[in-house]
């Protein structure tokens, strides 16, 4: 969950129109692509569904929009820490990737993809992004299985076979990363059962599962620099066709890995007046992998430190989180962790300090789109 | 009441009434068929001078728009030469090279309801990494957000600009049929964008790689891959690629092909100035005589107190006025007929050189600006001698013009001697073989001028001969107009030498261009084997080639005497993408042969070597035995050029090669082309449509045509490539006649006095008119009879001089007589023309009347 509907948004927009529009240079707005009105012959995340392993970490063709979302906190052996995100996105442009197209035309595709790939330095407080954008066919990118690869151009996720270990491999101008992922936890179905209400209408949801904690090993390629790394990472994975409501501006998003073996997913949609929506919410994964949900009255987010990007907008890059017994300061690495890319929003590694003790209990990953 | 500056104010005080400009207008108003006609003269060639300026800057803005549209904004291509590459390699580049700023590139011409444009095949998406603007398309932010999108992985779908929709009366959702040359396919207009500059764009159609792969027939196929790359991409890419691919810089290749239509830009252009020169001619003359014949007002106004000075500036402003009236003309003229010609200035360059896919008409305000000072310039500098002689008039005294006319039979050789010289010299510059196309122009004028400063000594001694055979027949008016004629040599040799350019002109061009023609006829009898040719034309028989059944049955068609395949191809090499043909008929059977190695026609045949055509191996200076490096499947491969054959057909230059050859380099290409060869006892129509009814059987697959045909198809391809040409030689006819006209016209009217006098001792009218037109008559069958040889000498230049540095084409000479007869028509014509006026002037005159001031 998260920015990517909105990042999805920039996907749709590019598809906003299929030939029926009305007036086909009239561009939709952000609100009209993510809500339902668009949606005919794509496949809904209504009810929820039978997640297979490894089948679900593939394509999940006749929906709009997929992702596969990595963030993660990685040391070297002396001590220098990075935060690393890399995601691959899919958006279909119309429900039938054969509608007018030729058999046999190998660039008959009705997907397009994105890439994000970032670096937070944090012993240099920089941080860097890349995009990437890519058709599907003919087999500039995609996600299959038999073995398991999900790539953009040479952007790649791939394995041996259908499981872990994978291997995640970025190259960008100015940073590569080479990362061995092995799971430590079964795959986490968040909402019901995997899937995820955004809104109170039936299926703006998304089907949705996590790998909360993936022992993490490579290397970091910087400043013609290669750095051995260890750590952590998670994993997100999520399909729908429409999610976003209307009345839904924006988010904030945690994932946290916990010392003590727990990770907390919280997500906090808000209105347009900036209050958090009624269908917020997030779940709790126990160190033996069971999860718990998480309601916006369990939970109390209160901004603390705010810090302002070049364009004026504030993201708050401290926090204080108060769930059950727990008072967690939540605290970016360093202030400008901005991914200054085609559309803008904060992504950065954070600390999850107790908030009386100032001790560390955790790292994580926070996204704001505001 | 206006008030006049300086000089004018003079005038003015000096003669209280601004006498002196009342007289130049009221010469001026008297004379309204002279003015008009000099005016004329100045705004046709200017007008030349502007409609070739603009079409050719119209030609090459749409040439850099083009080239920036193809490969503007990159570095690099990756080519392959025959018929593209794979899309797999394009996947191969993003995914194992991951080169972001790769763009897959395909176009081709089409037709949609009769119009023809350009389908650029795109990738948005790697379009918006590549971050180039192309002119005439969608800026980035709207390619990647606006409509195109929806035309994404549709093999129907097609994109246009709004204008260019709107023209072919489409809407958005529309289908409609778009033609390639060997198929038709309905497509769909799945949007129209908005261009910054609709122009620009009004002759493409955009498509996304799948639909332009469908409806150009070009399934799997790219032209090449666009590239952005640092230099250590570059190396990297080199070691990477395969050797049947080629890493071209692109910069490099559009100089190359810059450069080579460059030499055709200057072509036209001085074609032009040679008309503006013939039209200065004109003037100059024109302007001599309007003093001539004023010399005794500008006498009295002498004696009144005028300076020389003033009389000097008096006809300088005359023609500067004269000239800027005409040169205003001359522009709005040009500008229009500019519109028109850029079509076939673009036409030629896209038959020559390169595809354009824009082809728009750019108007350059300077050129037009250049016209305006141009014209008047050369009004005002055509006036400088004449207007001295003016200010050198004596107060009151007449000057007997007979006493002026011995001065100068004396000094007629004194001219030649210069004349002489300047010829010598201008062949001289013609003789190194490479030398530059503008030293070819210099040397041309420089003749041209050599030869004019004769024509006043040859007119006197033709002159002369025709009064000594002719004498016992023609009577006395007869010898009084050749008399005439002739004892007024210092006006008529003038008014010749103008007239014999204008005429030559007509008659170099005419020669050049029937020859040209000519050669082509001849050379596409001898380099066209076979009687039929039978091609591919589905993406499939692309692909496959000629099915083994189809052959079978070719076989046995009675009267199908062999057949053999050949290949035409597209071929990369060191110089660029050149053509490649490729059959298996011995050397000596298809050839126009220029040159050839002791051993060229054996080495040929058993693929020792290739042969080269002319244009190549003239542009790239490369000799019989040098190699030349070709792209093969295995690589950059050198080949002996073991010969060099002619050919017309391609600016950029051709290769040919045994079957035996290309075998062994190029093994997986299919055999798309097949040449029959008909009994010749057997009835060609019959053996045709026994093999068509055969090819209906293989759905469209194949396309047949008669050498007859494709004959026919070469000439209209040459006959539009060099429309130019032939409207600049019409122009230049229509400059010569409006000067023949114009030069006789004032000439006769300028002795009207001496026919009053003729009057007066008891002529007839009707005696005096036909003196006049006799005269007329024979100063321009002399202008018509001395332009021959130096239309003759201009063609000879043309041909083996300019054409061969613009193209690298030579020609055999052909005398089209048509041209030669045409030349001395127009020249006649328009003397006679040119004598109507002043006859019928000279027949109403009263003897008395004229006498008087005598």
Redesign the interface.
């Known amino acids: 969950m998260n920015k990517r509907f909105f990042l999805m948004s920039l996907l749709l927009l590019l598809a906003c129109s299929n030939g029926e529009e009305e007036n086909p240079r009239q561009r939709l707005s952000a609100a009209e692509v993510l809500g339902s009105s668009d949606v005919e012959g794509f496949l809904r995340a209504s009810e929820p569904r039978r997640f297979n392993f490894p089948q679900d970490h593939a394509a999940h063709p006749g929906f709009r929009n997929e992702w596969w979302y990595f963030t993660g906190n990685l040391e070297t052996q002396n001590g220098r820490r990075f935060g690393y995100q890399v995601t691959f996105f899919s958006s279909a442009i119309r429900p039938d990737a054969d509608d007018n197209c030729e058999v046999g035309n190998a660039w008959c595709t009705n997907a397009i993809w994105m890439g994000h790939a970032a670096i937070s330095d944090i012993s240099s407080e920089t941080h860097m992004a890349a995009e990437i954008f890519s058709r599907q066919e003919p087999g500039l990118a995609g996600a299959t299985l038999n073995p398991f690869r999900v790539w953009i151009n040479d952007w790649q996720l791939f394995s041996a076979d259908n499981e872990f270990p994978w291997e995640l491999e970025v190259i960008t101008d100015e940073f590569a990363l080479s990362l061995n992922l092995t799971a430590e936890k079964s795959p986490v179905l968040q909402g019901t059962n995997g899937l995820s209400q955004k809104t109170p209408e039936a299926g703006n949801a998304s089907y949705y599962y996590s790998v909360t904690r993936i022992d993490t090993r490579g290397q970091v390629y910087l400043d013609d620099q290669r750095h051995e790394v260890n750590g952590t990472s998670w994993l997100d994975r999520e399909w729908s066709t429409s999610a976003l409501g209307a009345d839904q501006t924006g988010w904030d998003w945690f994932s946290l890995q916990l010392d003590d073996g727990k990770e907390l997913m919280y997500y906090q949609l808000r209105d347009t007046n900036g209050n958090a929506h009624p269908n917020s919410g997030g779940n709790l994964t126990s160190l033996m992998g069971t999860q718990s949900a998480i309601t916006p009255q369990q939970m109390r987010l209160e901004e603390e430190i705010y810090w302002q990007a070049p364009d004026g907008k504030q993201y708050a890059i401290g926090w204080h989180m108060i769930f059950q017994e727990n008072d967690w300061l939540i605290q970016a690495v360093f202030d400008d962790q901005l991914m200054d890319v085609t559309f803008q929003y904060w992504e950065g590694a954070v600390e999850v300090l107790d908030s009386s003790s100032g001790v560390l209990v955790g790292r994580g990953y926070l996204e704001m789109v505001r | 009441m206006v008030t006049l500056p300086g000089d004018l104010y003079e005038y003015k005080v000096i003669t209280g009434t601004g006498l002196l400009w009342r007289s130049a207008m009221r010469y001026a108003l008297q004379r309204p068929w002279q003015t008009v006609l000099n005016i004329l003269g100045i705004t046709v060639g200017v007008m030349m001078v502007v409609a070739v300026d603009l079409a050719n800057n119209s030609a090459r803005e749409a040439f850099d728009k083009s080239l920036e549209l193809l490969s503007g904004q990159i570095s690099h291509q990756i080519s392959a030469g025959s018929d593209g590459l794979p899309?797999?390699f394009?996947?191969r580049v993003?995914?194992?090279?991951?080169l972001?700023k790769a763009a897959p590139s395909l176009s081709g011409k089409v037709r949609v309801n009769g119009q023809e444009l350009t389908l650029l095949g795109i990738?948005v998406?790697?379009e918006?990494?590549m971050q180039r603007s192309r002119p005439g398309l969608p800026d980035q932010v709207f390619a990647?957000?606006?409509?195109f999108?929806?035309a994404?992985?549709?093999?129907?779908?097609v994109v246009m600009e709004e204008s260019l929709a709107q023209s072919l009366g489409l809407e958005?959702?529309d289908t409609f049929t778009l033609s390639t040359m060997n198929a038709s396919h309905q497509a769909?207009l799945?949007?129209?964008?908005?261009s910054a500059d609709a122009t620009l764009a009004e002759n493409l159609v955009l498509a996304?790689?799948?639909a332009a792969?469908?409806l150009l027939d070009r399934?799997?196929r790219l032209d090449a891959i666009d590239l952005t790359l640092d230099d250590e991409a570059v190396a990297q890419l080199r070691s990477w690629l395969p050797a049947n691919l080629m890493l071209v810089e692109v910069q490099g290749r559009n100089d190359n092909l810059q450069q080579m239509s460059e030499a055709f830009h200057i072509n036209l252009l001085a074609m032009s100035l040679l008309s503006l020169l013939v039209a200065g001619l004109l003037i100059y003359n024109t302007v001599t005589l309007s003093v001539i014949q004023r010399q005794q007002t500008l006498g009295i106004f002498r004696a009144q107190g005028v300076t020389r000075q003033q009389v000097f500036t008096l006809v300088i402003l005359e023609n500067a006025a004269l000239g800027l009236i005409a040169s205003v003309l001359g522009v709005v003229a040009g500008f229009l007929l500019g519109r028109f010609l850029v079509s076939m200035v673009t036409a030629t360059i896209d038959n020559l050189y390169f595809n354009l896919p824009i082809n728009s008409f750019f108007v350059d305000f300077w050129v037009l600006l250049k016209g305006l000072v141009l014209g008047m310039l050369l009004s005002i500098a055509s006036a400088v001698l004449p207007a001295v002689r003016a200010a050198l008039s004596r107060p009151v005294t007449l000057q007997h013009q007979a006493a002026v006319n011995s001065e100068w039979q004396r000094k007629i050789h004194l001219l030649a001697l210069p004349g002489i010289l300047l010829l010598l010299g201008g062949r001289l510059m013609l003789i190194p073989e490479y030398g530059s196309l503008v030293t070819g122009f210099v040397a041309l004028t420089l003749m041209v001028f050599g030869f004019c400063l004769l024509v006043p000594g040859l007119l006197y001694l033709l002159l002369q001969l025709l009064l000594l055979i002719s004498r016992r027949w023609i009577g006395l008016p007869g010898v009084m107009a050749l008399r005439n004629a002739s004892s007024a040599i210092n006006r008529t040799g003038l008014a010749v030498a103008a007239l014999c350019v204008a005429v030559s002109v007509t008659v170099g061009v005419g020669v050049m261009v029937g020859s040209f023609r000519g050669t082509v006829i001849i050379w596409l009898e001898q380099s066209l084997p076979g009687d039929l040719q039978l091609t591919a034309a589905s993406a499939n028989t692309l692909r496959e080639g000629f099915p083994d059944e189809l052959l079978d049955e070719l076989d046995r068609i009675d009267g199908i005497e062999g057949y053999y395949f050949s290949v035409l191809q597209q071929v990369e090499s060191e110089f660029g993408p050149l053509r490649l043909g490729v059959n298996a008929i011995p050397a000596i059977e298809k050839f126009y042969l220029k040159e050839t190695s002791p051993d060229g026609l054996t080495a040929f045949d058993t693929g020792q070597g290739v042969f080269i055509s002319e244009p190549l191996a003239y542009l790239q200076k490369i000799e019989l035995e040098d190699s030349i490096s070709l792209l093969t499947e295995s690589g950059l491969r050198p080949f002996t050029v073991k010969g060099i054959f002619f050919d017309y057909t391609s600016g950029i230059g051709m290769v040919q090669m045994h079957d035996s050859l290309y075998e062994g380099y190029w093994a997986s290409q299919p055999r798309t082309r097949l040449s029959l060869k008909i009994n010749p006892l057997s009835n060609e129509d019959v053996v045709e449509t026994a093999i068509r009814e055969i090819l209906s059987t293989y759905d469209n697959g194949f396309t047949l045509v008669s050498n007859r045909q494709l004959r026919e198809i070469t000439l209209q391809i040459f006959d539009r490539t060099f429309a130019i040409t032939n409207v600049l030689r019409l122009l230049a006819i229509l400059v010569a006649f409006i000067g023949v006209v114009s030069t006789l016209m004032a000439l006769q009217l300028e002795r009207l006095r001496e026919f009053a006098i003729l009057r007066a001792t008891g002529m007839t009218p009707w005696q005096v008119s036909s003196l006049i037109l006799k005269q007329t008559a024979v100063l321009g069958i002399c202008a018509g009879v001395l332009a021959l040889p130096l239309g003759l000498m201009m063609s000879e230049v043309l041909i083996d001089v300019i054409n061969r540095r613009s193209f690298g084409w030579s020609m055999q000479h052909f005398l089209p007589e048509s041209v030669l007869i045409e030349g001395f028509l127009l020249a006649l014509i328009a003397a006679l023309l040119g004598g109507l006026y002043p006859a019928w002037r000279a027949a109403k005159i009263m003897p008395a009347m004229a006498l008087r001031e005598e």
């Open positions: 899309d797999a394009f996947t993003k995914t194992e090279l991951g972001q990738d998406i790697s918006a990494a990647v957000t606006g409509n999108i929806a994404i992985g549709r093999t129907r779908s958005a959702g769909e799945a949007a129209v964008f908005e996304d790689i799948a792969q469908k399934p799997g």
